[in-house]
Structure formats: structure tokens, C-alpha cells
């Protein structure tokens, strides 16, 4: 390169259309007149084409990751966020579907299970069980070949028990 | 009756039909006769007159004051449960039964000199008094009772085996309709049963008990201490069953009760009694197949009583009639709890979960599973 020759950083810049309008004025001065800046600055230009074309575009993020990547996600995050973020995938209208399963399932399972459920708006009392358990041994203990330990030692302890409640 | 059925001589009964014959034939035909009275079927038959010897020995009552140590296991939520128990027995009434904890000190002690029983918690330091225990809290009379558990079960004599160093008869009885077994009992020279094993319907071993020591009561124990130990606060309570029959029953509570119209084979309705409990009153139907008790209770939703199940281990959820019950099982058998015409109904007894079932949906307003007449059914009433 002959003193007065551009730089290459420079012709590179000129190459990218990246110089300024006076560094631009000047680069085309000298072009005009060095013919070994001009093979300079062709060489760039064709190197940054061939470059250009090796490169590869970056491929997409395979499906199973993303899912993996959402549940690890997921889990971090507490019941209520994760629920939410469930819902989020659906639609819409399959959302609206969704809860309202949730809801008919949640009122069928309380009227399943509404004896086992401690009074729900009955104001109920419970009536404990030994109490029925301690009449049942008592009668059994009547019949033949009952034992001599008496009433079932259980029994006994349960007839105490459900005294408490009389 | 059954007692003079069981005091008949303990003949084989083919020994007895073949002795009616035997006059005047050839001494060559009579050895003959003889032999085959002898054959095969009478062991059974004497196994069985044994059986019935040894079964009436155990309704005799107490003659000699004892103490035994016995050890009682119960089947709970698949494993067993173990509990001793220390009896006393001063007849002609008099017993104590006293609950020992693991470390062997009482937790529970009911006393009785037949007049009064005593029941002391010591762990919730509470003395209930009452009425004692009264064999005759019932309708049937105890030959119509061992007429049931003649009818619906067959006893065997098996073998003589020793039990807290006496010597036992092996009786067990199996139930006529399929031969299952249902309970082991070992019974000594005095009527006591020394050991009892009761079978489930899967062949195993519900629950037992065994007497680990009996020895004849200290004079010094022959008098039996009522008072209540310091510190137990005490509440009366009448122990007594009632044992009326359904008339009477419905004039006592103001309902009529409901019969199941279905019932395992050989149960029959024996008598009703009532529960109170708070401001209601539960009505005790009791069932027997001379053997084991059948409990229904009823009382109507009015009441406001829902029965808790918490601590009875899994309970599930079956179709009963038009609705649905739940079923536990406990030592005593299965509890079925269900609803049905403005009443609820509770289920006690040891009978399979398919019985269970029939039975509760036999009852009248909860009959869509009602059995057919041909599949079996009779009256539960007698």
C-alpha cells in the first residue's frame, strides 16, 4: 500500500455504505485515481459476498424443547400462575369450556361426597359412630358362645367413649 | 327343645336303627350288622353328638370363681390389633374386666356383683354407672336362639387340644348354606371357651382371643371392690337394652319402624331397641342367625344427625337403591350408611358387602334393587 492509500478498515466501512459523506467524497477521489485501491476495494467486496452466502440461517427450536422449556417454567411457578399459564394455551371458547367441566365436576364431587363433608350449610350434628357400635356389641354379647371376655374389650372402650356424646 | 334334642344317649344313630333287628338272626349276620353299624358315618355322626354335648356345656352357668389372662386380637385396617384383658368371674353374677395397656397397667375396668356394673375409664377419668349386662334383654328365649344356630349352623367335634393347661374339646361350626368355616372354639371340662377364632368370608382369620392363664380365684379376690377410684368424675348411664317388638317399638318412638324385606339366609328379626342419643331417638333393629348380630339402625333426617365415619378406616362409595351409601369395615363387621324415604339408616353386622347391599336396598321406598322372590327372599319378620 502507497502512502496516501486508504485504509482497509476504511474501504471496508465504504464497502458497507457505513462512511460518512465527507470520508465517502474523499474514498471516491482516490478511487478515481489509484487503481490499486480500486482492486482493493473489489476484493472486499467480493469477499463480503462470499461470506455472506456461507452463512447458514439459524435453525428453529425443536418443538419438545419449547415444551420442556415451559413446563421446567411452569413448575417453578406457584398452583394459581400455572393454572393461568394452562389456561393461556387454550382458546377462548375452549377456556370458557374448560372451567366451566372444572365447575359441573367440583358440584358433582361435593354431592357425592356431601355426607362425608363435615355439615355443609346443614348445621348437622354428627352422631358418632361408636355410639352405634357400642348398642351392637352390647345385643351381641348376649348371644350364645359370646366370649368370657365379655363385650369385645373395643366395645367396652368405645361405650366409654360415646358416653361422653349422651 | 334343643337341650332335650342334645341330651338324647350318644348313640350312632345306625347303631340305634340296626338294634331293633338283631333278634334272631344267624350269629354270622349280627358280627355283619354290627360291623357296618360301626363303618364309616358314625364318627361323623358321633363327632357331631359330641359336638352337641360339649356346645350345651357351654351354656352352663359359672360354678367356680376364676381369673384369667386373656389375649384378644382384632383385625383393624389389615393388621391386628391387640388388646389384654383380666376377668374375674365370682358367681353367681359378680365379674370384672379390666383393660390393660401395653405396659399392663388398667385403662378400663368394668365391674359388676350383678346388682349395679361400674364401668371406670382411667384415661378419661370418668365412672359411668349403670344397669349390668342382662343376657335376657331380648325377645327370643335361649332354646329359640339355639334352635337358630342349630338350623343355620353345622357343629363338628375335631380334636382335644390343651389351652392355658386345660384340656379343650375343638368345636367348629360352618355355615349349613356353604359349609364355610365361621368360628373355632376350644371349651373346657367347666363350659368356658378358652379360645375363639372367628373367620371372614376370605377364609382368614377375623378375629380370636385365647385365654393365657386361668387359675381359680384368690379367697382374698372374692369380693369385689365398687367404689370409685379417687379423682374419676362419675355419670349415670342405663347400660340395659330395651327389647321390644315392632308395635311396641313404634308406640315408644312415634315411628313405625321398616323391615328389610331381604336378609341373609338364616337371619331372622329378633327385637327392637332404642337409642338415645342428645335429643333423638334412634331405633335398634336386631337381627341373629343364632350366631352373629345384625344391627339396623334408623332414625329420620329430622333429627339432624349426620353419623361421622372419621377413623374408621377407607370408606367407599356404593350404589344402595335409588342412592348411594358409604361402607367401612371395621373388627365387628361393616358399617353401611345410607338415606332413604326422609329416614337414614346405619348397617352393622358381619355379613359380605354384597349382603350388605341387597339388604339395605331391600328396605320399602328403597326397592329398585329388591330381590326377586325366586332369588331367595323372605320375610324378615317373624
Known amino acids: ?166 | 327343645m334343643i337341650f332335650e334334642r342334645m341330651q338324647q344317649p350318644a348313640l350312632p344313630g345306625r347303631a340305634r336303627s340296626s338294634a331293633v333287628c338283631c333278634r334272631g338272626l344267624p350269629a354270622a349276620v349280627l358280627v355283619l350288622f354290627a360291623g357296618a353299624a360301626f363303618c364309616a358315618p358314625a364318627p361323623v355322626q358321633d363327632a357331631q353328638e359330641r359336638a352337641a354335648a360339649v356346645l350345651r356345656r357351654t351354656f352352663s352357668p359359672a360354678r367356680e370363681a376364676y381369673r384369667a389372662d386373656i389375649l384378644v386380637l382384632v383385625r383393624r385396617n389389615g393388621r391386628d390389633q391387640e388388646d389384654r384383658v383380666r376377668v374375674r368371674v365370682l358367681p353367681p353374677e359378680g365379674f370384672s374386666r379390666e383393660v390393660l395397656d401395653a405396659q399392663g397397667r388398667v385403662r378400663l375396668r368394668a365391674v359388676s356383683d350383678g346388682k349395679v356394673e361400674w364401668v371406670h375409664d382411667l384415661s378419661r377419668k370418668t365412672a359411668y354407672q349403670g344397669a349390668p349386662e342382662d343376657a335376657d334383654c331380648k325377645l327370643l328365649d335361649p332354646d329359640e336362639e339355639l334352635g337358630l344356630l342349630e338350623r343355620n349352623h353345622a357343629l363338628n367335634w375335631t380334636a382335644s387340644e390343651s389351652v392355658a393347661g386345660r384340656r379343650t374339646d375343638v368345636l367348629e361350626l360352618r355355615a349349613r348354606e356353604d359349609s364355610r368355616l365361621i368360628r373355632k372354639l376350644w371349651v373346657d371340662e367347666a363350659g368356658r371357651v378358652l379360645r375363639r377364632e372367628s373367620y371372614g368370608e376370605d377364609g382368614s382369620i377375623s378375629s380370636s382371643m385365647r385365654v393365657e392363664s386361668l387359675v381359680s380365684l384368690p379367697v382374698g379376690e372374692r369380693k369385689f371392690d365398687l367404689s370409685v377410684p379417687a379423682g374419676l368424675r362419675v355419670r349415670a348411664r342405663d347400660w340395659r337394652p330395651d327389647f321390644m317388638d315392632l308395635e311396641e317399638a313404634a308406640a315408644a318412638s312415634g315411628r313405625k319402624p321398616v323391615l328389610p324385606v331381604w336378609l341373609p339366609s338364616g337371619f331372622v328379626f329378633e327385637s327392637v331397641d332404642l337409642v338415645p342419643y342428645k335429643k333423638a331417638s334412634i331405633l335398634h333393629l336386631r337381627f341373629t342367625d343364632g350366631l352373629d348380630a345384625l344391627s339396623l339402625f334408623e332414625y329420620p333426617r329430622g333429627a339432624r344427625l349426620r353419623l361421622g365415619l372419621s377413623g374408621q378406616g377407607r370408606v367407599r362409595s356404593l350404589r344402595v337403591g335409588r342412592g348411594r351409601g358409604r361402607l367401612a369395615v371395621v373388627p365387628e363387621g361393616k358399617i353401611l350408611v345410607w338415606s332413604a324415604g326422609g329416614n337414614r339408616y346405619v348397617l352393622i353386622g358381619p355379613c359380605s358387602v354384597e349382603a350388605m347391599r341387597r339388604i339395605a336396598s331391600s328396605l320399602q321406598g328403597n326397592d329398585r334393587d329388591a330381590i326377586k322372590p325366586q332369588d331367595g327372599v323372605r320375610e324378615a319378620a317373624r
Open chain 1, 1 to 166: 500500500m502507497n502512502a496516501g492509500c486508504i485504509e482497509r478498515e476504511a474501504l471496508s466501512a465504504y464497502a458497507d455504505a457505513e462512511s460518512g459523506p465527507e470520508e465517502r467524497a474523499g474514498i471516491e477521489s482516490h478511487l478515481a485515481a489509484c487503481a490499486r485501491c480500486r482492486a482493493r476495494l473489489e476484493m472486499i467486496t467480493a469477499l463480503k459476498k462470499a461470506v455472506a452466502a456461507a452463512v447458514v440461517p439459524a435453525p428453529a427450536m425443536p418443538a419438545d424443547l419449547r415444551e420442556k422449556l415451559l413446563r421446567m417454567r411452569m413448575r417453578s411457578m406457584g398452583l394459581w400462575p400455572r393454572l393461568l399459564g394452562f389456561l393461556r394455551e387454550f382458546s377462548p371458547r375452549r377456556r370458557v369450556m374448560a372451567l366451566s367441566f372444572s365447575a359441573a365436576g367440583l358440584v358433582l364431587a361435593l354431592w357425592i361426597f356431601r355426607e362425608d363433608l363435615p355439615g355443609i350449610g346443614s348445621g348437622e350434628e354428627e352422631l358418632p359412630v361408636s355410639v352405634l357400635l357400642a348398642a351392637h356389641g352390647r345385643y351381641a354379647s348376649t348371644l350364645p358362645l359370646s366370649g368370657a371376655e365379655g363385650p369385645a374389650s373395643r366395645v367396652q372402650d368405645l361405650l366409654a367413649e360415646a358416653s361422653d356424646d349422651l
